[in-house]
């Protein structure tokens, strides 16, 4: 539904003063007109009736963990701060462009915990992958994946740095993965000693720390990708980018396609295919070596397990799926 946003609305101020000046647009009396997208009310689109320009509004203000907690207003202006400035960089670094976008930044509102962007118009990965595993039409899913591949793979390359990849949020991250769980009784006693167990293993390979930092996406789920045409694709929602692994973007990419195959399928192999094709392409990309490519398999591995444990936690799955995910996290966690 379509409504009018008046001008004591906390976006009003950020809207008029910086978004439409940032397109080129001046004008004290706009017309704002906005809308819900994305499902979330905490993200906006809005058309400005005079000029006929859209933007969107995200704001930070609700944003809440898994456990319903809000955040405090210093973490989600952390949060607002590092999308925002993320965007920019990426905009500098080229990704203004098919075929790989984000989109422009055009006001921030700390304050009020207001981002404004601009609006690119497109197709949800998610809601494309859905649609094709439900007709059972999997040809154009290679050309797909091969788009996203090729816009992981471009970032990764476009801010490599020469620093070494530290662990550290990445067993944070795992202790907080096992601590929500154990919280829903996912876990039981064997199934814990299991993922310790594996833990240790991989902390004693050393393997985690391999390769070198770039800018990554941090969250390179199916909803946060819009494909703008066939081959155009923009990367959304960049507040939890940071220079870490590059490994953890492919492996959340291909947690993600082993789910909806798994889910929609009922089998748990049924994207292999798909997740080999997503590693060749990218080694291929990267001009990566043997010992470079099989370096990297092995942390996307981990970071697959890690993120499949991940998708285990929503609760709108039935408890005996979340069961098989936790199962298949921890056959993709063996160190091989």
Known sequence: ?????????????????????????????????VEPIMNTPSVQRVHEAHSGVHVVIKSFEHKTGLDGRRFLPAYSRALLSREATTLAQLHALGFAQAPYLVPRPLATDPERLLLITEWLPGQSWGSILETTLQTRNLGPLMAYVDTITGWLATLHRRTATTDSIDSTNAWEYWEKLLRQLRGQGLLNHAALANLRMLQAHWANSGELEQGLRSMIHGDATPANMLFTAPAELALIDWERSRHDDPAIDIGCMVAELKHAFFNMLGDATAAEWLIRRVYDRYGLLNDFDQAEFASFTQRGQFYMGCYLLRIARNEWFSWDYRQRLVAEAQACLVVR
């Open 1 to 33: 539904m379509t409504i009018m946003l008046l001008s004591d609305h906390r976006a009003f101020p950020a809207l008029r003063d910086q978004a439409l000046p940032s397109l080129g647009i001046f004008t004290l009396h706009p017309t704002f007109n």
